[in-house]
Structure formats: structure tokens, C-alpha cells
């Protein structure tokens, strides 16, 4: 999955306005300071100066003083010998850096990009040394002299130093972090702020330190390092504290509401890493049904649930990661298939696995189309009055004559609008999603909206792959598109993203390697024949791009 | 601590003729198989030509083809675009190669060396595209325009080519077995069998990869990783077998043994890993004791144990590691420390913490200084018969004037050797070390033995750093030297490695920071004033070097 798609998959957040009801730990808090800092920079960039990348800093001595002894303490943790006791230097660095103002650890983090990348004097010297060998020649397994096997060390030591050399001096501060008691959950946090600050500034030293940790972090974070966790009732407060925080997809109101999904009829698994215990890196949440839920409503709130012998479905309904700092990092790619192992093994009478699933991007698709294709159709229609309209490659009608009829024939203020799309985009962009409660509007808009949606789901493409990011992970998790949903998330979040339309992906236990494999290489997207169906009318009309 | 002193602390075998006792499970037999391979190649070469390096390969066409097989497989493997699905292709590799013959892993190890390292044409290429940027100057953090920014941004683009360009193609082998499920012990036992191979055979190559793969498993192991795990009687089957097999120290006879270790008055702590769960990769035995115990025999058959509630001291007795595969990787730095802070949490009436150590290299260093230095007093004694014998820098007498004397007063056939040095020699070198039994001897050997011994421990040192590997190990962890202790140890082992003395290192909780600082910093060894006492005599001869 790209950066970005996963990015919004994977979004963490705080509800704004409910931090202050959770009791966090002063780690947590800075934490959430960090995370509020990140959401406004994604938003529009504040007043503070921000924005043009020079911040007049304004410290008192006091805290210049603070920050001087946090530069120090990192000065140390990288260029002690290797061999000297790290714990303290490494305990006053991360302490130090919490205590630091959002302006004090740009500083120092730009400090570390700058300063502390590689020592360039030396990887010319041994680019110099490398170029001046040969590889000796007759390597062969068998027969070789000592003498050759002395060259060829003397050969393997240089590109060896040659690599370390080109090795950022950074790197000694994060394997450092690493192998010290929380050393990976401050690493992560130390990636939240690099984000956040790179989202206003796209700094190119950081931007190199960012990639340099990000591959790091992959490194180990690896899947099987992670321990599958179930999430309980039992749990202790501070973890569930958190799964209420994290909770991206479906914020829970309140504890009631936690103690639902954790309850009978539904299950809650997290991958927790042995050096953050207590806090799962991501988590899903599973209901147990009789038929793959249609819409979100019924799964956060049908009541009683279903008793979980009568369940032959499991639905995935809610994926979230904890850690703003571990964007990019596929967290995800095993948990859905270890997951299923585990329920199938406890539950053998689960015969269906499927998700309930967000379009995140469907909205932001279709108004874009809308707008471009409405403005091109208006040029078309003034330059060539009833002329072919086909003419312009770039000229799409993404409506079909009976859509855009009933569009148009909607009321007169939309009769004198150019064409259906613009009548389209003018009800979708309304205030409030006022079209939600209108059934005549309802009834016109769910035909092309379903339509487009089996589109954007099963054609539209990014380098092969889904466009859609949630589409994608799935996809390539193995999961094939089975069925879309018509008000399936009548939240305001699920208006603004998919007009209020879900999806379900199901994940077929003796499929999952294939699909995933047909999905890699040729970028096949496996779908249910109803949903081909939908599909199929736009093909018949020749306008499927990609 | 040293490579070498590592292998040596931490060696671990199953003990000969015991393994067939054993039900274990194919993974298990196959490590078994490499590592008796290893036993073997660490004594004399066997005779069948691994000693020349060049072996004849004697396959039929059935071996041939699953070799081909698995030889496909890691070319699949490592070519395979990282988005494609790997899983079959990586458990294909590894069930394959524990197919394989050592003959034939031997192959396919050095065809992974040779082949799949660099791609040097590359790496040419892009040190040519590197040399010919400068990095852009002015690479401040503030009023960087655009342009330069861009510049930055390339040049980071380059180097990072460069970096990766340097990684060799067996690191994306590598990777990806670390986030298979049971690919980090696969990766054990990968390094297990090339440190067999390089054991006999020097191959500058594997060598090489052997650095890269060790360097990667330090990461991949990092403490903070590693959860301390208390073993008790309720551990499965599978795991005390492990621990039965692994113990490395002080071999457990049978179960009622291995009950003991686990029961009242004694702890069990291993460190595991959650990729290899259910093995522990070190572990570290402890005696809750009255006083701290001055031989093995007491600690290991000691009835009944003493009750935990009288007990003041926790003695460390053994610590062993399980895996061949991850010599020289430091996995204990953390245990010892942890593990006294447990201890002390869960009971605070013990107020010492302290070890029974063996002392591996004392007989080694002593036969070889005796053997050099009497043969040097014998050159002397005839060259300058009754001269000044000071003036040879070579020449030291390790032996005290009345040590001498009662050496030669032993026997007529000793009084007949040419200095006291042969006369230990010859006894200490007696088959069975018939020595052992006989009062006479014993007294007069005692007092040198314990003289030398003390100086061995204190003052031998090999860059710096305590020569005996234990002591090292100790000594970094922040301990020091207490007590040494006559005929602590009578077993073959204990009498062969350190003439049955054995050594108790003492960690003090407000010292532990300090001493590891100094011991780092200045090499300086922390010792009791009684030890110091012992030693004394040798510094007054003015002969103790380095």
C-alpha cells in the first residue's frame, strides 16, 4: 500500500474536545500534543508562522538552557563508545526531549538531520580506497589459493567500511533507542514530530531522516515479532483507555458502548510488540452475525446481539493504529489472516469472513470527475452546438441519458444547469448533506452513485493497484469485493467520504493466496457476479478508463 | 565481550551419547545434526576432507534435483517483487534446506555468498552519479529557497542509492525470513551451519555474509525485545527438554535433577523471544541460599534446599544459551541485572547477589605459561648456570621460592626435574588428574594454584579487558571479584578447565553502574581486599605483566 493510501487508512486521532476526559500519563499527553499538532498542520497551517518554513523563535534563557542539555545528552547517546553504559544518557535524551516546546524539538530534529548525517570527508576517502581494488578474480568455491582468499578479505573489509561509512551517524541513535526499555515507543513518537513538521515543511534533510527511520522502524516492527493479543473486558484501563482513543473508523462514544464491542457477539484482537506491551500498535474489531451486516448501524447498534452459536458470519468492521509515528509501516499485513486462523479454530461453525468497510475516497474521486467533466461537457456544448461530442478524448459523460433525465427533471433551478453532472455536484457539495433527508433526491442520486461507486471500486487505478486505499490493503490482504452498500454510514464522516455507502470485502479461507497473489501480479480485482453487474453498464457505454 | 570469549561462555551442546534420549521434533533433530557437526569441527577435522576445503561431492540425481529446488526457491525468494506474496516461497526455502545434506547446504551457503551479494557494476555507476554532485551549501534550516531545497533533495536521493546499492541482494533473503513466521530460528540455524563451515574452512566470502547476518540478527534480538520468562515445573514438556539440552555449565542428569533446579530455594529465568517462542535463548539458573555457596557440589546437591524465607543470597549458578546460530551476539547484557531486580522486588531479604563462576581459560593460560617458562628457565639455567636470571624480559618464574621448593621435595623423580614449573606441569598434565586424590599433593599445589589463579582472574588481560571470558562478561555487567575457591568444582570438566577452582563475582545493586563505567573506561577490575591480599605476593615480585 502507498504512504498515502495507508496514511488514511490507518489515520489515528483524538475526537477534538475529548482528550480532557481521558486520565493519560505524561507520556500519553505529550503524545496527543504531538497528534493535535499534527492535525491542525494537516488542516490549514495555523497562525504561528508555520507556514513559510521561519519561525521566529522566541525562547527564554531558561529554556534555551533546557534545550542545550537535551542537545548534549544526544551528542552523547551518539558518540559514546560502543562498549560504555548508554541507559542514563539514553533515559536523560528522551526525558529531556518531552520536556522540549513543538519549536525546541524542531530545532534539535533538524540538528540531528543536518549534523549528524554522514561524515562525507570519509566516504570519499573510501570510495577513493574501493575504486583503487579490483575483485579478485577465480572466486570459485573450490581450489582457491590463501593468498586470493586474503585479497578477497582484504576486498570485503573495504566494502564494508565503504558501507558503514555511507550509514548516517543517526543510525547509532536509533538502534541505540532501540535496545533500550522504550526506546521504540519514544522512536515512534520522535516519527510523529518528524511528520508533523515535515507535513508543513518538506525539508530535505528531514525528509531523508524520515525515510531513514521509517525503514528502521519496518525492520522491527516485523509481523512476526508482533504478539496477536485478545482485547477483553479483562484488559487493564490503560489499554482499553487507548482502544477508546485510537478507535478511527467508529468512534465509541462511551464505556457502554466499549463494553458492547468487547462483549458477547463481537471480539476485539491487537498486535501488541513485546517492547511497547500494553498498548496494541493496531486492533480490530469483529462482529459475530448471522449474514454479512449491510450497514454500520446495525453492528454498533443492533440489540441483543446475536447469540454466538447462531453466528456463521464474522464481520470486520473497524481496523485503527495507535501510532501517528508508524504511518507507512504495514502493521496490517498479517493480523486479517491470523485473525480468520483464530476463529475459524475456535468458532468452526464461521463460514463467512467479510469486512464492513469505508470508501474513503470515493467522494473525493467523484466531485473532482464531476467538476472537470461538467466543465469540459459546457466547453464541448459552446464550441460545438450538437456537434459529436465524442470528439474530445478528454470528455467523459460519466452519467448515463436516464440519470442524467432525472437529474435535470429534478426541479427548474437544476433544468437550467448545463448537465446532469453539474446538477449532481451541486447536490452532493450542499450544505449539511441536506440530499440525506430528501427521498426524491434519495431515489434520483442512488442509481449513478451505486453505479460510479462499483467503478471507483473495481477500475480505477493507481499504478495498477486500487485507487482506493482500503480497497487496496484488502486486495491485497487476499479479500475479494463482494457487495456494496446503499446508506450503509448515514454518520457525517460516512457522507463526506462515500455518500454514505459501504462496502463488504469477504475473505475466502481457500482463496485468500490466490487472490492476493492475481492481485500483485496483474493487478486482477476479484469481484462478486452482482457487483460485476452493477459495473456492467458502464462498460456497455465504453467510457471505463484505466 | 570478545567473539571467541563468547563462543566459549556461551557454548552449548547436547551432551554425547544423551541426545537419542530425547523425543524431539524434526526442526530440533536438524539443529542437533548441525550443531554435533559443530562439536565435531571444533575439535580435530574429521576425515572426510572438510579440512582442505575441498570436499568431494558424491551426489545422486535424486540429491541434485531437491537441491536444485531449494537453489530455485531462494532465487525466488530474493528476486521476488516485494509487494508479491512470499509466504509459500520462503516456507518452500526453509523446509528445503533442512532437506538438504550438509554437503549441499555447504553449496548453496557459498552460492548465497558469492552470488547474491553485490551488484558492482551498480554500485560504479552510482559512485560515478555521487562524485559528480557537490553537496548544495547553505543547507540551513531557515531561508532555504526552493531551489536548494530540490538540489538537497537529489543528493540525499543519490546517497541513499548508493547505501542500498551497497546492501548485498542476501539482505532481502534475510528480511524477509525475519518477518516469516519461524524465520528468525531458521536464520539461527542458517548462521549455526556457515559458522561450522568457517570453522574449518576460512572462506572470505561467507565470512563476509556470516558479518552481515550476525550484525542483522543483533537488531533483530534487541533486549528490549526479549521478555524475561520465570521457567518453572508448569512449563510444557517441550521447553524444560530445552532446557535439559542446553544446559551448558552444569549438565542435568535426569528429570529429578531438572525438578530440583526448578523447585523450592531455586529460580529458572530464560529470556524468549517472541518470534521463537517456547525456547528460550539464554537462560540463567539461581540458588536462594543462606550464605554464598563455595562449591557446585553444595549448590547442585545441597538436602534438603534451604527454606526461602532464610534465605539471604541469590546465587547465580549457571547460564547457558541455546543457540549455536547466535554466537557472539550478546544476549545476556540485560538478564543478570534484570533479574536481580525481580528478585530483590519479590524478596527483599536478600541482600547479596553473587555467582558461582567456572574460570574456562585457567588451566589453558597456566599449562602454556608453565610449559614456556620452564623450558625458558632450562635455556638459561644452562647458558648462565648460577648467573643473574633477571636478565632475560622473557623469563619470569611464576613460582614463589618456598612454592619451588616444596614442588621439588615431592618425590625423587621430581627433585630431578629442572625447576618447580616442570614439576606442575608434569602433575597437572597427569591422566585422570590422578592429582586430585592424593592429600599430599593437593597441599602443596593449593597455595600456587590459588596465587596464580587470583593473578589470572586480575591482572591477565587481552586488550584491556579481563582475558577470562567469564570474568569479562561479568565484569561488563557490572559486577566484581569476591572470593576464589579451592576444589569448588571436581567434576572432569571443572578439573580440566580450572583445576577444580571456581570463582563467585559479586553484584552489588549501588555499585553495578559504576564498576561496569570504570571496568569500561579504564579496564580497572573491582576485587575484595582478601583476593587483593592473595595477589599480593605476586606484585612484590615485581612480575606481574601488563
Redesign the interface.
Known amino acids: 500500500m502507498n504512504k498515502k493510501g495507508l496514511a488514511i487508512l490507518m489515520r489515528t486521532r483524538m475526537r477534538p474536545g475529548e482528550p480532557s476526559k481521558l486520565a493519560l500519563s505524561p507520556l500519553a499527553a505529550n503524545e496527543m500534543r504531538a497528534e493535535n499538532k499534527g492535525n491542525q498542520s494537516a488542516g490549514s497551517s495555523m497562525g504561528d508562522g508555520g507556514g513559510e518554513?521561519?519561525r521566529v523563535l522566541s525562547p527564554s534563557s531558561n529554556n534555551m538552557r533546557a534545550f542545550e542539555q537535551v542537545r548534549e545528552s544526544m551528542h552523547s547517546a551518539i558518540s559514546m563508545?560502543k562498549?560504555?553504559?548508554l541507559?542514563?544518557v539514553l533515559s536523560d535524551f528522551s526525558e529531556g526531549y518531552f520536556s522540549l516546546s513543538p519549536e525546541n524539538r524542531r530545532?534539535l530534529l533538524?540538528i540531528l538531520a543536518?549534523e549528524y548525517d554522514?561524515n562525507?570527508v570519509q566516504v570519499?576517502q573510501l570510495?577513493n580506497q574501493?575504486?583503487s581494488l579490483e575483485?579478485p578474480k577465480g572466486?570459485g568455491?573450490?581450489?582457491?589459493t590463501v593468498e586470493e582468499?586474503?585479497l578477497?578479505?582484504t576486498?570485503?573489509r573495504i566494502?564494508?567500511n565503504?558501507?558503514h561509512s555511507?550509514?548516517p551517524l543517526y543510525e547509532v541513535l536509533f538502534?541505540r533507542l532501540?535496545?533500550?526499555?522504550?526506546?521504540?515507543k519514544f522512536l515512534s513518537i520522535l516519527r510523529a514530530d518528524i511528520l508533523c513538521i515535515l507535513a508543513e515543511d518538506?525539508?530535505?534533510?528531514l525528509?531523508?531522516l524520515d525515510?531513514?527511520l521509517k525503514e528502521k522502524l519496518s525492520?522491527?516492527l516485523?509481523?512476526?515479532?508482533?504478539?496477536l493479543h485478545q482485547i477483553t473486558w479483562d484488559d487493564s484501563a490503560s489499554l482499553l483507555e487507548k482502544i477508546v482513543a485510537y478507535e478511527a473508523v467508529h468512534p465509541i462514544s462511551n464505556l457502554i458502548d466499549l463494553k458492547r464491542r468487547l462483549g458477547v457477539g463481537r471480539r476485539c484482537f491487537g498486535y501488541i510488540?513485546?517492547?511497547i506491551p500494553g498498548e496494541p500498535l493496531i486492533f480490530i474489531e469483529v462482529a459475530l452475525l448471522k449474514n454479512v451486516a449491510q450497514t454500520i448501524q446495525e453492528v454498533l447498534w443492533d440489540n441483543p446481539p446475536t447469540p454466538e452459536h447462531e453466528a456463521t458470519c464474522a464481520l470486520f468492521y473497524s481496523i485503527s493504529s495507535t501510532q501517528p509515528g508508524l504511518a507507512g509501516i504495514n502493521l496490517g499485513k498479517f493480523l486479517i489472516k491470523r485473525v480468520v486462523t483464530l476463529l475459524k479454530k475456535d468458532m468452526p461453525q464461521i463460514s463467512t469472513f467479510a469486512t464492513l468497510s469505508p470508501i474513503p475516497g470515493f467522494m473525493q474521486w467523484l466531485l473532482s470527475k464531476l467538476a472537470s467533466q461538467s466543465k469540459l461537457a459546457e466547453l464541448e456544448a459552446s464550441s460545438h452546438p450538437s456537434a459529436d461530442r465524442s470528439t474530445s478524448s478528454f470528455w467523459e459523460n460519466i452519467l448515463k441519458q436516464e440519470e442524467e433525465s432525472a437529474l435535470l427533471s429534478l426541479s427548474e433551478e437544476f433544468a437550467a444547469m448545463n448537465n446532469g453532472m453539474e446538477v449532481m455536484l451541486h447536490i452532493l457539495t450542499s450544505k449539511n448533506h441536506d440530499w440525506k433527508n430528501s427521498p426524491e433526491l434519495l431515489a434520483v442520486l442512488k442509481p449513478p452513485l451505486m453505479r460510479l461507486c462499483a467503478r471507483y471500486l473495481l477500475q480505477e487505478k493507481k499504478r495498477g493497484k486500487a485507487l482506493d486505499s482500503v480497497a487496496n490493503f484488502h486486495l491485497?490482504n487476499g479479500a475479494m469485493v463482494q457487495r456494496i452498500n446503499w446508506m450503509a454510514d448515514r454518520s457525517e464522516k460516512g457522507l463526506q467520504q462515500s455518500g454514505g455507502i459501504m462496502v463488504n470485502y469477504v475473505y475466502r479461507l481457500g482463496n485468500i493466496?490466490e487472490y492476493?497473489?492475481s492481485y500483485?501480479?496483474t493487478g486482477h480485482i476479484h469481484a462478486s457476479p452482482d457487483l460485476l453487474h452493477q459495473l456492467e453498464n458502464v462498460d456497455v457505454q465504453g467510457n471505463g478508463d484505466e
Open positions: 518554513g521561519n563508545n562498549t560504555e553504559v541507559d542514563t530545532k533538524l543536518k554522514l562525507r570519499r570510495i574501493y575504486l575483485l572466486d568455491a573450490q581450489g582457491d582468499e586474503g578477497l578479505s576486498f570485503y566494502e564494508r565503504l558501507r555511507l550509514q538502534e532501540n535496545t533500550h526499555p522504550g526506546g521504540l518538506n525539508i530535505a534533510s525528509r531523508a525515510s531513514y525492520t522491527w516485523s509481523p512476526a515479532t508482533l504478539e510488540h513485546p517492547a491485497q493466496e492476493a497473489q500483485f501480479s
